[in-house]
Each structure stands twice: as structure tokens, then as C-alpha cells.
């Protein structure tokens, strides 16, 4: 990095640093939460300020002008604002036909890399969720945020966005007080951790209208993401359309674990449309209402953590920023991935191959190497039952944007559906040695419990039995320090009491052990990937400002060639016939652009929907034997000429991976102008 910005960057770095070494040290002396949380909110901010100066120090000749590019994106039709001749609705986008080629080939490529490479089992989930299966994944409770109504039109915001753009903006009066700015700083700080009422007194202190009608806002309330709805006619069963299509995976991990005969490690796939009611949706595909999800579970025995073809990636030099280099000021830095799982960077090489699988297949549709890192989440980021997660994240006019997770989910949602459900959902493993094993176990007093809840008393004592060592061990405590817990299960609460159940503990021998897997889950967002593709590929062409072009891989092109006849003649139709024909045989997707245009705006028309290559049938082509004709690269505007029943194949090999332009050039020759001409074919 450049000398004199390292020297502006400096003591952010160590403002970085001494708040992560404070958080640390904090942790270690056992401070109280609230004190933590609030140190914490301060590192994040710290870190956030270091990555906005990196970041706006950074040379501006790679930013892509977001205006043009989002111009020929709408102009094109790649997508658009759903029901935009009614208006439009924020968060809600249809794709056009290119749009939608383009994200096929996008799922078609992701297809290839993991489900059929690594042996991935594809299942397909209704998009339709009873709740009882949401609550126990915890979206129910977990899965919401604060937002504010104008009190008059009813338009809704996010309250901490809201009251986030309201500070800053009366911190760029120039009348604001330095005192008075410092403790506005501190409360964006300490956005994340405001509870309802205190949202709602900062409401007040900060006098926060709203921003387009400077009408008064209701208090902040608690607004939860998911589309709920009703199942049936009688809307007896409340369910909710799929935030995420992780959980269909799960619930079918029995019959999925049978499909595999009984043996771990296994990963199941899906790939669907998932839906967040977004309080106020913006940044285009970055933040939406309704989005494609693809998504991997590779289950693994916990104990056996290594995966046989790590060594396949182990020689990549990817981007990482560790949670070590976060918390310390420090940069993202490239490294090897063997290296990074051998020092315990990465936790496991199972999560260290999928990492380096992701950065392929990234790479592969499209995204700039140099614009991808892995950035690992922090402790205070991590879900409590997660082992260790990172995001991949691209470069983008928004800033750094998150396309894909992958997280070592550890055995948790097995766990809780097991525990709502009481099924098993467990692996079985043969052991070499029969072993003894300690076992935890609830005891419940059947007659106290029958008299005490009837009829309901089978439920309790059915979830009782179904209840992890873990669980046990929690509820043990409360019995013993308050005499009593509770249950929640089918809708019903159970007390329990000490003369109803107590806690059990002996010894068996086992010839066969139950493995409860852990889950590796990749979980990519395919709209945030393709936007990433759209800024990443957007060029304008050197000495033309006009002419703006799509530099997408032929693996992923909207359409791999356009078939370009130089004229309308109707001599030429066989031809394009011929090589329509032979293009679809070779499976080969293509455009036919007949048009009278001049072949230098029909070349334009073409690149700047990002189709990869170009044939043109010429009068060289009607007029001479063996019939020939050129094919044009879109990224270098290089062309060669050959047979025309050689093309198909070709351009199918080019799509494919199999060959290089570079080589193609080296077999055939280089075009330079045709030979004969329209007059020589009307003298013939």
C-alpha cells in the first residue's frame, strides 16, 4: 500500500487495535455484559471508520460509473421494478429475457460446480412454512427489526436507519456543538443495541420526522421480516412464507440419510426463492424482498472434521480477513488455504475446502479475484451455536457487500427439531470397539405428572424423553437453584417441578454410537451475485463512451454467439438456417440479428448485452467454396475465419472451458476484410 496513505490510515489502525485489545481483555476479566456490548459496539464502529478511509483512498479508475451501467441494465431489459406500469414496488424485481438467461446459466454453473462434481443431493422444498416449524428455528422470535409509520400516509421506515441519516445530518450543521456532535457519535455507535423504549426516547430527544413529508412517526415497534399467511381455508394454521431454504433440508434429513444408506458425510442442496419483508428495500438486487437462494447442508460427524480433497484447493492464494486482523487494525491479507487451515485460521479443512470450492466457482462466473476476500465473522457476529463463519464478499460501488456465507453450523438445528418433534434425527456409526458411555437422562414421576395435567401429561413426558444432555444439564440447574422449569411443546407450557421430574445419570456399553451431525452450510445469494457480475464485467469501450459491453464468461453469457448476416439478401438465409440448426444441436445459445443496421452497431447492440462471440456471414461466405465465415471475440474485437460447419463446435468447446480464443486464433486464420463484395456477388 502507498506510503502516505498508510500514514493517513495509521492511527485508525490503532484506534482499531486498542478497542479489540480493550474487548479482549474485558472478556477475559469477566466485565459485565452491558459493558462488553457497549465496547464491542465501539470496535465495530472503529472498524467501520478504518474500512469507509481504505476504501475512499483507494484509486477511483476501478469504480464502475453505477449510473451508465444501471442505465443499460434497464434500457436492455436484463431486469426491472416489478409492476412498474402500476407504479412499482420497492424490493421487487422481474427479469427480462437476457436477465433471465443470464441467471440460469449463473444456477446451470453452480449446478455443475457443487451439486454434480461433489455427489450434492438436490431436493426441492415448498416455499409455504407452518409456523411451529419457524419457531422452533428461532425466526419467529429472532427474526425482526424496529421500524417507525408517518403518522399520517402510513409510509413505514427502518427506525435505525432513520434516526442513524437524522444524526448525521445534525451532525453536518455547523452550528451542532462539539460536545453535542460527540454524543450523537456515541449513540450511532451504539445503534445495534438499543432496546425498543430506548429507540423510542431517542425518537423524542432528536425531535426525528419524517424525511419525505416531515410529518410526525409512531414509537418504534417490533416488525417481523417474514411474509406471514394462512394455511387452508379456515386460517386455523398460521404459517409464513420461507425466509431461507436451509430448514427444508433439515426436516428431511431422515429420509435424506437413508437415501445415502445410513453414511456420513453427506450434503443435501436446494435451490429456491426465499422472502424478507424488508422494511425499506434499496441498493437494487443488493437488498430485496424476494430473492433466489442456493444453498448447501454437508453433514459430518463432528469428530471427524477433515475432508479428503482439501488438498485440491489447499494451493489457492485467496483474500482473508481474519477476525485476529479485524480486531487488530490490520488489512486483508492473501493467503494460502492450506496454511490458513493449518494454522488454525479456519477452523477445519471441511469449511477450508468449501471455502477455496466458493472462490472457484466465483471466479468462474465472472467475479474479479481481486475484489473477493473471505472476511471471517467476529465472536460477537457468530450465532451462539456457530463454530466458525465466513462471508465471501465483493468490491462493489456499495462498498464491500456480502454474496455468500459459510458457516460451521455445529448440530443445532437437528438438535431443536429433534427436541419439538420427537425424532430422532441422528446418524448411526459402528464402532470399531464397543465402548462405555455416560448417559443423562430425564426421570419423570408418571403418577405426579398424570394428576397433574391429564390428558396433556403424554406430551410432556414425550418431549422429557427426547431431550439432549445438553438441555438436561441447563434445566437440572434451574430445578436445583429455583425448584422448577418449563417446557413449550405443541403449543402448550408445562411446569415442572421437583417431584415431578429429576435428572438420571449411568453408564451403558455401545456397539454402535448416534451421531448428531454438524453442518457446514454454504449459502449463496444469487442476486447479490449477479450484480456483483454486473459491475465487475462493465466496460466502455476505449475511445467511445457510448459503446458500454458485458464482459461475462461464455460460461455464463446471456447467449454464447450472435449469427450476423451482412445483408438481407435472401442468399444468405441458408446459411443462417444451417447454423441455427447446428447451434442448437450443440446446444448452443445464440441470436439472430437480421437487422439493417451497419455491422458495427449490430457488433454493439450485441456486446452490450454481454453475448460472447459473433458470427458474420458475409458475400466471402455466399461466394466462395468451402464456405467460411468469420466469428468475432467480444472482449478483444478480434476475429478469425473458418469452415462454417466448424463454428457450431467451436463456439460450443469456447462456452464449455475446453478451448482459448488464444487458441482459436492460433489454428485459424485472422480476418482481415472480406474478398469479394456486394457488386462481385450481383456480377456473378
Known amino acids: 500500500m502507498d506510503g502516505n496513505i498508510e500514514e493517513i490510515l495509521a492511527p485508525l489502525r490503532v484506534a482499531v487495535k486498542e478497542q479489540g485489545d480493550l474487548v479482549r481483555q474485558m472478556k477475559q476479566d469477566g466485565a459485565p455484559d452491558v459493558d462488553v456490548t457497549k465496547a464491542v459496539a465501539e470496535l465495530k464502529a472503529r472498524k467501520r471508520t478504518l474500512e469507509a478511509k481504505e476504501l475512499s483512498l483507494q484509486p477511483k479508475d476501478d469504480i464502475v460509473d453505477r449510473t451508465k451501467m444501471e442505465d443499460t441494465l434497464k434500457r436492455r431489459f436484463f431486469y426491472d421494478q416489478a409492476f412498474a406500469i402500476y407504479g412499482g414496488v420497492s ?42 416449524v419457524l419457531k422452533t428455528s428461532g425466526h419467529v ?26 444524526l448525521q445530518k445534525l451532525m453536518s450543521d455547523k452550528k451542532c456543538a462539539a460536545e453535542k456532535k460527540a454524543e450523537m457519535e456515541e449513540v450511532i455507535t451504539q445503534m445495534d443495541n438499543f432496546t425498543q423504549q430506548e429507540l423510542t426516547d431517542l425518537f423524542v430527544k432528536y425531535n426525528v420526522k419524517s424525511p419525505t413529508t416531515g410529518n410526525d412517526l409512531t414509537p418504534p415497534i417490533s416488525f417481523n421480516l417474514m411474509f406471514q399467511t394462512s394455511i387452508g381455508p379456515g386460517g386455523n394454521m398460521p404459517g409464513y412464507l420461507r425466509p431461507e431454504t436451509a430448514q427444508g433440508i433439515f426436516l428431511n434429513f431422515k429420509r435424506l440419510l437413508e437415501f445415502n444408506q445410513g453414511k456420513l458425510p453427506f450434503a443435501a442442496a436446494q435451490i429456491g426463492n426465499s422472502f424478507r419483508n424488508e422494511i425499506s428495500p434499496r441498493s437494487g438486487l ?60 479456519i477452523n477445519n479443512s471441511v469449511l477450508g475446502y468449501f471455502i477455496g470450492r466458493i472462490y472457484l466457482y466465483l471466479t468462474k462466473v465472472g467475479i474479479a479475484k481481486e475484489k473477493l476476500r473471505f472476511r471471517q465473522h467476529m465472536d460477537n457476529e ?71 395435567y391429564k390428558k396433556d401429561a403424554k406430551i410432556a413426558m414425550e418431549y422429557l424423553s427426547a431431550c439432549d444432555e445438553c438441555f438436561i444439564t441447563e434445566q437440572e440447574q434451574l430445578l436445583n437453584e429455583t425448584g422448577e422449569f418449563t417446557i413449550e411443546t405443541e403449543g402448550k407450557t408445562f411446569k415442572l417441578t421437583k417431584d415431578m421430574v429429576s435428572v438420571k445419570r449411568f453408564q451403558k456399553t455401545l456397539h454402535v454410537e448416534e451421531v448428531v451431525p454438524n453442518v457446514i452450510e454454504p449459502s449463496f445469494g444469487i442476486g447479490r451475485i449477479m450484480y456483483t457480475i454486473f459491475e465487475h464485467t462493465f466496460h466502455v469501450r476505449e475511445g467511445d463512451e457510448q459503446r458500454t459491453y458485458f464482459s461475462f464468461p461464455a460460461t455464463v453469457s446471456p447467449y454464447k454467439c450472435s449469427v450476423l448476416p451482412l445483408s438481407q439478401n435472401q442468399e444468405f438465409v441458408p446459411f443462417v438456417r444451417e447454423l441455427s440448426e447446428a447451434l442448437t444441436k450443440n446446444g448452443v445459445s445464440y441470436k439472430v440479428d437480421d437487422s439493417s443496421g451497419s455491422i458495427g452497431r449490430r457488433y454493439a447492440r450485441t456486446d452490450e448485452i454481454g453475448v460472447a462471440f ?36 467451436i463456439i460450443r468447446d469456447l462456452a464449455n472451458g475446453t478451448i482459448t480464443w488464444a487458441e482459436v486464433e492460433s489454428k485459424y486464420p485472422i480476418f482481415e476484410g472480406q474478398e469479394t463484395s456486394k457488386k462481385d456477388a450481383a456480377e456473378e
Not at 624 to 641: E, G, N, V, W
Open 141 to 166: 422470535d429472532k427474526f425482526a427489526d424496529y421500524m417507525v409509520k408517518d403518522v399520517k400516509n402510513g409510509e413505514c421506515f427502518r427506525a435505525d436507519h432513520l434516526l442513524k441519516a437524522h
Open 286 to 345: 443488493i437488498r430485496v424482498r424476494e430473492f433466489t437462494m442456493a444453498e448447501i447442508e454437508h453433514f459430518v460427524d463432528p469428530n471427524e472434521k477433515v475432508h479428503p480433497k482439501f488438498p485440491n484447493v489447499a494451493d489457492l492464494e485467496i483474500i482473508l480477513y481474519s477476525s485476529k486482523a479485524q480486531t487488530s487494525g490490520q488489512s486483508a491479507q492473501i493467503m494460502r488455504l492450506g496454511d490458513a487451515v493449518e494454522q488454525g485460521v
Open 91 to 132: 424490493g421487487l424485481y422481474d427479469f427480462g429475457p437476457v436477465g433471465c438467461a443470464l441467471k440460469n446459466n449463473i444456477l446451470q454453473a453452480w449446478r455443475q460446480h457443487f451439486i454434480h462434481e461433489e455427489q450434492i443431493l438436490e431436493i426441492d422444498c415448498t416455499m409455504l412454512t407452518p409456523e411451529p
Open 382 to 452: 457468530m450465532a451462539h451455536y456457530a463454530c466458525d463463519c465466513w462471508d465471501a464478499e465483493t468490491k462493489t460501488s456499495y462498498g464491500w457487500i456480502e454474496i455468500v456465507g459459510c458457516a460451521d453450523r455445529s448440530c443445532y438445528d437437528l438438535k431443536c427439531h429433534a427436541r419439538a418433534t420427537k425424532v430422532p434425527l441422528v446418524a448411526e456409526k459402528l464402532l470399531k470397539e464397543p465402548k462405555v458411555v455416560n448417559v443423562v437422562q430425564f426421570e419423570p414421576n408418571k403418577g405426579v405428572i398424570g394428576k397433574e
Open 614 to 649: 459473433g458470427i458474420t456471414i458475409d458475400f466471402d461466405t455466399v461466394n466462395k467454396t468451402p464456405h467460411t465465415a468469420t466469428l468475432r471475440d467480444r472482449d478483444s474485437m478480434r476475429q478469425i475465419r473458418a469452415e462454417v460447419s466448424d463454428l457450431p463446435v
